[in-house]
């Protein structure tokens, strides 16, 4: 009679449950909220020409914080004009060696006033307070910084031509990381010597009106920044208005093709950040639990509103019930709550908006057949919630396979070779990232030059810098943001 | 003795690395400045321009796989090719009336601009890629990658100088190009396509087109698997080109064909234009023990 071996232990852990509640922690600094937000155009706040204004919710508590001014067409117009003005009058023919000292100045009273950045970031938006006051603010002063330096020495990004920017830049960006793509956006334009008309997003507008203070402070001239609040319609004035000759939009794959449609017949020079439905790659050799970790980080990272978030686990066959389990084990101690509260993981979802459709993609995933787990964490009884959620037995046609959900669910897969990840990987419209996890350096190069993606992070994840640039393949868009790949892209090459 | 008959060519149109006639059977009867019957040229059509696509999609990874050094040898052997037979590429270029030194000023640019790429094949990427400082312990470096199949549409105008020099720059980084010649001047397309098949380039890596830009625009426009579109085309094409592009995110890179193009000025080439057919690809790697 064949002896059965024992069963090896299971890993021993310490499982604490609900025995203990962590005492609350809030971050209580003020924000120095105002109760009404106007328009920022050529260096002065101004109510909207038609005297609308739309309220902004804290989605933690779906409570107001502040009414934002809604602009619309003419107001677009005129903040357009004070760009061109500003343009011709000042910028445009400012050297570079000045611009990049007001942008000097910029940075560093964003790094002044980065606490009350970030807790302003974080009612408004939902985010968890340690996000953005470790990342979403700082990196925002370093884009600031980093594009300061770049001001005086342009003609070195295209080596043997001449560089010239395009005048006024029309510029439309998410909610997701709302100060964060306001720097993106505004720091590299304003260093190649344009004037920016932005529009921040609908439910995030707080910061960049708030950044129209530090334009102030800075002392920068009347015009270089203007921040125009609104919906869908203010975002495409500025897209359609005939001064910006050059159009930067970070937003949905949809909305960016409609944008492009709309500028068909138009020469403007256009950038496009948009979606993506990034693999996350685990090798059988990977470490573990780096991986795990990585894994975590890549979709929880914001509530998965992100465009780059690896919503999509490859796991190599042989480990993915390892894999599944030590995940399980890790999401269960993410904390799902407050975001003003310091050790929250995972905050608010942006608006009810988003968190049906997220909702609805989970429900379409249960629908397709595939296996859903969450971590049946309790959620706050007000305030747009969504637990960590994972996915098993999805297969690659699957909605949660192929649509971007940003939101915090992660759909697993697996493969066998590596031949087989790289295809499941590729096989979708969109191109933003992708990650790797391998011990073998050989394979990471391989993987790396095979992913169709802007950026490959291996053995890490959603990692991000000035230096570093960033954007899609395929449907994820075109152009580049950081580096001086991106740079150039706020230059003409004359 | 009574002086020998010569023989006409056909022209046919260089796809997938073979000659062929378009799939229609179409033809346009070209005629040289005097007015005299010349040759008749293929009509290509939307089915041949998506059997060209095909060509490319096949020669793709491998041509992208070739090395740097490589590229660049295929590329100076086409410039051998093409001043062996540069009297020819000179009728061919003053057939519908240029003269004689015009003809041959477009054709000595056109082998220059071919060695002029040549050089760029393996220098390209340390001019446009980056090792960049992150704040953070990583090792973080941007490299270049071809974006896959290039459609490349020619203006009327410099036939050949326009037309290599829009092809050049993506073949130099590793892309596929399909290209539709002038609409009025087909003819240096044919003989250009005759020296790509000669000079060691993989079948498919260029496929030259000849027919009505009014017949295939749309198709260049819709056509999910061209990455990119280059070319020289008149306001009308640009904005069917531009909202076909919307629907899979295509890159568009569309000079003004209404207005005077110099082809053979400096800025006409060079790691600009490459770039603009190239994706930029960012890797991540911690630093650490």
Same mark, same amino acid.
């Given at each position: 009679m064949p002896k059965t071996l024992p069963k090896p232990n299971p890993a021993r852990e310490l499982v604490f449950g609900e025995l203990w509640e962590f005492d609350p922690a809030p971050e209580t600094a003020d924000p120095k909220l105002k109760k009404r937000y106007d328009l920022f155009i050529n260096g002065s706040f101004v109510a909207p020409k038609k005297g609308k204004y739309f309220p902004t919710i804290n989605p933690a508590h779906e409570t107001k914080i502040a009414d934002i001014a809604l602009a619309d067409a003419a107001d677009v117009n005129s903040a357009c004009i004070a760009a061109q003005k500003a343009f011709v009058s000042v910028w445009g023919k400012m050297p570079g060696k000045e611009r990049g000292k007001y942008l000097y100045r910029i940075a560093r009273l964003l790094q002044d006033r980065a606490r009350e950045f970030a807790i302003a970031e974080t009612l408004d938006g939902g985010k968890p307070i340690k996000e953005s006051r470790d990342f979403d603010v700082p990196m925002a002063a370093a884009h600031f910084f980093y594009h300061a330096g770049w001001a005086d020495k342009l003609e070195h990004l295209a080596p043997g031509r001449q560089v010239a920017p395009h005048g006024v830049v029309g510029q439309v960006i998410p909610w997701n990381f709302p100060l964060l793509m306001l720097a993106w956006k505004i720091a590299p334009a304003l260093a190649a010597g344009n004037c920016v008309v932005l529009k921040p997003a609908e439910t995030t507008s707080i910061t960049a009106l708030k950044f129209g203070e530090i334009c102030q402070e800075a002392g920068l001239? *009347?015009?270089v920044v203007n921040i125009v609040s609104g919906a869908a319609e203010t975002g495409a004035a500025v897209m359609q208005h005939p001064l910006t000759t050059k159009v930067a939009f970070t937003g949905s794959t949809e909305v960016g093709k409609s944008i492009m449609r709309s500028l068909a017949g138009t020469d403007k020079k256009m950038s496009m950040e948009l979606g993506g439905k990034a693999a996350n790659i685990v090798f059988d050799d990977a470490p573990l639990d780096q991986a795990v970790e990585g894994i975590v980080n890549g979709i929880f990272f914001n509530q998965g509103h992100v465009c780059c978030a690896g919503s999509r686990l490859l796991v190599q066959e042989s480990i993915a019930d390892t894999v599944l389990a030590k995940l399980k084990r890790r999401i269960a101690v993410l904390r799902v709550g407050d975001p003003m509260d310091k050790n929250t993981d995972l905050g608010a979802i942006n608006s009810r908006e988003q968190l049906t459709k997220i909702t609805d993609l989970v429900q379409s995933g249960v629908e397709d057949g595939a296996e859903k787990y969450d971590t049946g964490c309790k959620l706050p009884a007000k305030g747009f919630f969504f637990r960590p959620t994972i996915f098993t *037995?999805?297969?690659?046609?699957?909605r949660i396979a192929r649509e971007e959900i940003f939101g915090p669910v992660l759909s697993i897969l697996t493969f066998r070779t590596p031949e087989e990840a790289v295809e499941k990987a590729n096989n979708t419209p969109y191109g933003l990232s992708a990650g790797v996890w391998t011990d073998k350096g050989s394979r990471i190069l391989k993987m790396s030059t095979q992913l169709k993606a802007g950026v490959v992070w291996a053995n890490t994840y959603n990692k991000f810098d000035p230096t570093s640039p960033f954007g899609g393949f395929k449907e994820s868009g075109f152009g580049r943001e950081g580096g001086k790949q991106g740079l150039l892209d706020y230059l003409r090459v004359v | 003795m009574p002086p020998r008959l010569h023989i006409t060519k056909t022209p046919k149109c260089y796809v997938g690395g073979a000659f062929i006639r378009s799939e229609s059977g179409r033809v346009t009867a070209l005629h040289d400045a005097s007015g005299a019957f010349f040759a008749n040229i293929p009509q290509c059509t939307r089915k041949d321009l998506r059997n060209a696509v095909e060509a490319a999609a096949k020669a793709g990874p491998g041509w992208a796989k070739r090395s740097a050094f490589n590229r660049g040898q295929i590329l100076y052997r086409l410039a051998e090719m093409m001043e062996a037979r540069a009297v020819e590429l000179t009728e061919a270029v003053a057939l519908s009336g240029a003269s004689k030194a015009e003809a041959a000023r477009a054709v000595a640019a056109s082998i220059e601009r071919v060695v002029h790429y040549a050089g760029w094949t393996d220098k390209y990427e340390q001019i446009l890629g980056s090792v960049n400082p992150v704040a953070s312990a990583h090792f973080n470096f941007t490299v270049t990658e071809p974006m896959g199949i290039i459609g490349v549409i020619a203006p009327d105008d410099s036939p050949l100088l326009a037309l290599i020099s829009l092809i050049l720059p993506a073949i130099t980084s590793g892309n596929c190009v399909v290209a539709l010649a002038? *609409?009025?001047?087909p003819y240096p397309s044919i003989l250009l396509g005759e020296m790509l098949a000669t000079c060691d380039l993989p079948g498919g890596v260029v496929n030259l087109l000849t027919g009505l830009r009014s017949e295939m625009v749309p198709t260049f426009a819709t056509h999910e698997h061209l990455r990119a579109l280059s070319g020289a085309v008149k306001e009308a094409d640009r904005k069917t080109l531009k909202l076909g592009a919307a629907e899979s995110v295509k890159r568009v890179h569309l000079l003004k064909a209404e207005e005077p193009i110099d082809w053979f000025a400096d800025k006409m080439q060079g790691v600009e234009e490459i770039r603009a057919l190239i994706e930029f690809k960012t890797t991540w790697h911690p630093v650490g023990a």
């Amino acid at each position: 009679m064949p002896k059965t071996l024992p069963k090896p232990n299971p890993a021993r852990e310490l499982v604490f449950g609900e025995l203990w509640e962590f005492d609350p922690a809030p971050e209580t600094a003020d924000p120095k909220l105002k109760k009404r937000y106007d328009l920022f155009i050529n260096g002065s706040f101004v109510a909207p020409k038609k005297g609308k204004y739309f309220p902004t919710i804290n989605p933690a508590h779906e409570t107001k914080i502040a009414d934002i001014a809604l602009a619309d067409a003419a107001d677009v117009n005129s903040a357009c004009i004070a760009a061109q003005k500003a343009f011709v009058s000042v910028w445009g023919k400012m050297p570079g060696k000045e611009r990049g000292k007001y942008l000097y100045r910029i940075a560093r009273l964003l790094q002044d006033r980065a606490r009350e950045f970030a807790i302003a970031e974080t009612l408004d938006g939902g985010k968890p307070i340690k996000e953005s006051r470790d990342f979403d603010v700082p990196m925002a002063a370093a884009h600031f910084f980093y594009h300061a330096g770049w001001a005086d020495k342009l003609e070195h990004l295209a080596p043997g031509r001449q560089v010239a920017p395009h005048g006024v830049v029309g510029q439309v960006i998410p909610w997701n990381f709302p100060l964060l793509m306001l720097a993106w956006k505004i720091a590299p334009a304003l260093a190649a010597g344009n004037c920016v008309v932005l529009k921040p997003a609908e439910t995030t507008s707080i910061t960049a009106l708030k950044f129209g203070e530090i334009c102030q402070e800075a002392g920068l001239p *009347n015009g270089v920044v203007n921040i125009v609040s609104g919906a869908a319609e203010t975002g495409a004035a500025v897209m359609q208005h005939p001064l910006t000759t050059k159009v930067a939009f970070t937003g949905s794959t949809e909305v960016g093709k409609s944008i492009m449609r709309s500028l068909a017949g138009t020469d403007k020079k256009m950038s496009m950040e948009l979606g993506g439905k990034a693999a996350n790659i685990v090798f059988d050799d990977a470490p573990l639990d780096q991986a795990v970790e990585g894994i975590v980080n890549g979709i929880f990272f914001n509530q998965g509103h992100v465009c780059c978030a690896g919503s999509r686990l490859l796991v190599q066959e042989s480990i993915a019930d390892t894999v599944l389990a030590k995940l399980k084990r890790r999401i269960a101690v993410l904390r799902v709550g407050d975001p003003m509260d310091k050790n929250t993981d995972l905050g608010a979802i942006n608006s009810r908006e988003q968190l049906t459709k997220i909702t609805d993609l989970v429900q379409s995933g249960v629908e397709d057949g595939a296996e859903k787990y969450d971590t049946g964490c309790k959620l706050p009884a007000k305030g747009f919630f969504f637990r960590p959620t994972i996915f098993t *037995n999805v297969s690659m046609s699957h909605r949660i396979a192929r649509e971007e959900i940003f939101g915090p669910v992660l759909s697993i897969l697996t493969f066998r070779t590596p031949e087989e990840a790289v295809e499941k990987a590729n096989n979708t419209p969109y191109g933003l990232s992708a990650g790797v996890w391998t011990d073998k350096g050989s394979r990471i190069l391989k993987m790396s030059t095979q992913l169709k993606a802007g950026v490959v992070w291996a053995n890490t994840y959603n990692k991000f810098d000035p230096t570093s640039p960033f954007g899609g393949f395929k449907e994820s868009g075109f152009g580049r943001e950081g580096g001086k790949q991106g740079l150039l892209d706020y230059l003409r090459v004359v | 003795m009574p002086p020998r008959l010569h023989i006409t060519k056909t022209p046919k149109c260089y796809v997938g690395g073979a000659f062929i006639r378009s799939e229609s059977g179409r033809v346009t009867a070209l005629h040289d400045a005097s007015g005299a019957f010349f040759a008749n040229i293929p009509q290509c059509t939307r089915k041949d321009l998506r059997n060209a696509v095909e060509a490319a999609a096949k020669a793709g990874p491998g041509w992208a796989k070739r090395s740097a050094f490589n590229r660049g040898q295929i590329l100076y052997r086409l410039a051998e090719m093409m001043e062996a037979r540069a009297v020819e590429l000179t009728e061919a270029v003053a057939l519908s009336g240029a003269s004689k030194a015009e003809a041959a000023r477009a054709v000595a640019a056109s082998i220059e601009r071919v060695v002029h790429y040549a050089g760029w094949t393996d220098k390209y990427e340390q001019i446009l890629g980056s090792v960049n400082p992150v704040a953070s312990a990583h090792f973080n470096f941007t490299v270049t990658e071809p974006m896959g199949i290039i459609g490349v549409i020619a203006p009327d105008d410099s036939p050949l100088l326009a037309l290599i020099s829009l092809i050049l720059p993506a073949i130099t980084s590793g892309n596929c190009v399909v290209a539709l010649a002038s *609409n009025t001047q087909p003819y240096p397309s044919i003989l250009l396509g005759e020296m790509l098949a000669t000079c060691d380039l993989p079948g498919g890596v260029v496929n030259l087109l000849t027919g009505l830009r009014s017949e295939m625009v749309p198709t260049f426009a819709t056509h999910e698997h061209l990455r990119a579109l280059s070319g020289a085309v008149k306001e009308a094409d640009r904005k069917t080109l531009k909202l076909g592009a919307a629907e899979s995110v295509k890159r568009v890179h569309l000079l003004k064909a209404e207005e005077p193009i110099d082809w053979f000025a400096d800025k006409m080439q060079g790691v600009e234009e490459i770039r603009a057919l190239i994706e930029f690809k960012t890797t991540w790697h911690p630093v650490g023990a």
